[in-house]
């Protein structure tokens, strides 16, 4: 785990792969919150460039459902290159702020990705206007592994050609109960779970441990990233549910924020 200074009650820990965590902690540490960083998955390459190839040809709509979707990705496939492949105009989609950011960091222009007041998540995406009428076009999906089939299905109930592509895998780590000893040591009253598979395997460990099973459940606070986490958690049993209403760093610094004052 990697410290921050806290000079606040406020201790949060951070969940997400290491450098995005340590991003959000850089933010923190700015508004003097404490974060401890304790990723559960690491990613590695999944697709090749023969897969990607293969589907390719003719697309009509692109989407990244995450920012590692699209570097994973442009790794073996360079995704300008995309641009190139027909005469015809190629729609590019992100569900989220920073996976649009990364797709015109690599020259890819005219993203279009959920705005306010939609939210960041599968659900605002599906409500943006260019993706009402799809019938009949071929639409590529970039993704991890696993994860929610939302996207695709209502995009195939709509009359999509849809296909998958997974660019990268979660490894996930095997926490031992001596690292709820240790966040405890630490004084984490707070965690960030930016998906429901960090949720469960957060709530699992705890589950396994009926020491410290009320404390996590009942005192700590929870934040969350869209509102289908914050109703999963409630169902789990986590009494203090934070929803930051997105995923990105500065929708996740700005609850933290919010709680940080609460609190004070």
């Known amino acids: 785990m990697l410290p921050t200074t806290a000079t606040t009650e406020l201790t949060v820990l951070l969940t997400r792969p290491q450098e995005k965590s340590e991003q959000l902690a850089a933010q923190l540490q700015t508004v003097n919150i ?20 293969a589907v390719m040809a003719d697309v009509d709509i692109v989407i990244f459902v995450s920012a590692p979707a699209v570097a994973y990705t442009d790794a073996c496939y360079p995704l300008t290159s ?7 105009s190629i729609q590019f989609f992100a569900v989220g702020q920073a996976t649009q950011v990364a797709l015109e960091r690599l020259g890819i222009e005219n ?11 599968s659900e605002g995406l599906l409500q943006l206007p260019e993706l009402q009428n799809v019938a009949n076009k071929k639409v590529v999906i970039f993704r991890g592994n696993g994860g929610r089939e939302h996207i695709a299905n209502t995009l195939t109930a709509r009359g999509a050609d849809l296909h998958y592509i997974e660019s990268y895998q979660r490894v996930w780590k095997t926490l031992s109960q001596k690292q709820l000893t240790r966040w405890k040591s630490n004084k984490i009253n707070c ?23 009320s404390f996590w459940r009942e005192q700590c606070v929870w934040v969350v990233v869209s509102q289908r986490i914050a109703d999963n958690a409630k169902h789990l049993g986590l009494r203090q549910v934070i929803n930051s209403q997105g995923a990105n760093s500065q929708k996740i610094c700005d609850a933290l924020k919010q709680l940080q004052k609460n609190t004070m």
């Open 111 to 121: 993203v279009l990705s959920p705005q306010a007041p939609l939210a960041e998540t």
């Open 34 to 53: 404490g974060s401890f960083i304790q990723p559960l998955f690491d990613y590695k390459a999944s697709a090749t460039t023969a897969d990607i190839n």
């Open 82 to 88: 995309v641009l190139t492949l027909t005469n015809k």
């Open 191 to 213: 965690i960030v779970a930016t998906s429901n598979d960090i949720l469960t395997t957060l709530v699992k460990l705890i589950d396994d441990n009926d020491e410290q099973n």
